[in-house]
């Protein structure tokens, strides 16, 4: 059974950063995409960050250069490290496994196959 479980969220200040963790059971992240999407309220789920199989990494044009996607192989955790948070940036969070493992899809929702529960995090201005 697979499991993604997500941690790190908070509430923060703006120019404030946050690390969310997205832990992997019953699939190894290596050998898969995992891709980070947030959904803030009335509005749908978006696309931030992914790291494919062979750690090419990708990014919504809204996080470059502030957001950063790793992967700790021996932990088979996924982080995301948010800098410069804004309060834009406030939304729950969630981590997504794609069994393809591909880098050209890592931006579409409907190609993940596992969903952790989400993390919330709040920007305050």
């Known amino acids: 059974q697979v499991q993604l479980v997500e941690s790190g969220g908070g509430l923060v200040q703006a120019g404030g950063s946050l690390r969310l963790s997205c832990a992997a059971s019953?699939?190894?992240?290596?050998?898969?995409?995992i891709g980070w999407f947030r959904q803030a309220p009335g509005k749908e789920r978006e696309f931030v960050a992914a790291?494919?199989?062979?750690?090419?990494?990708y990014y919504a044009d809204s996080v470059k250069g502030r957001f950063t996607i790793s992967r700790d192989n021996t932990k088979n955790t996924v982080y995301l490290q948010m800098n410069s948070l804004k309060p834009e940036d406030t939304a729950v969070y969630y981590c997504?496994?794609?069994?393809?493992?591909?880098?050209?899809?890592?931006?579409?929702?409907?190609?993940?196959?596992?969903w952790g529960q989400g993390t919330q995090v709040t920007i305050s201005s």
């Open positions: 790291i494919s199989r062979v750690a090419g990494t």
């Open positions: 019953g699939r190894t992240v290596s050998s898969n995409t």
């Open positions: 997504a496994l794609d069994q393809s493992g591909l880098g050209i899809t890592a931006q579409r929702r409907y190609e993940y196959d596992y």
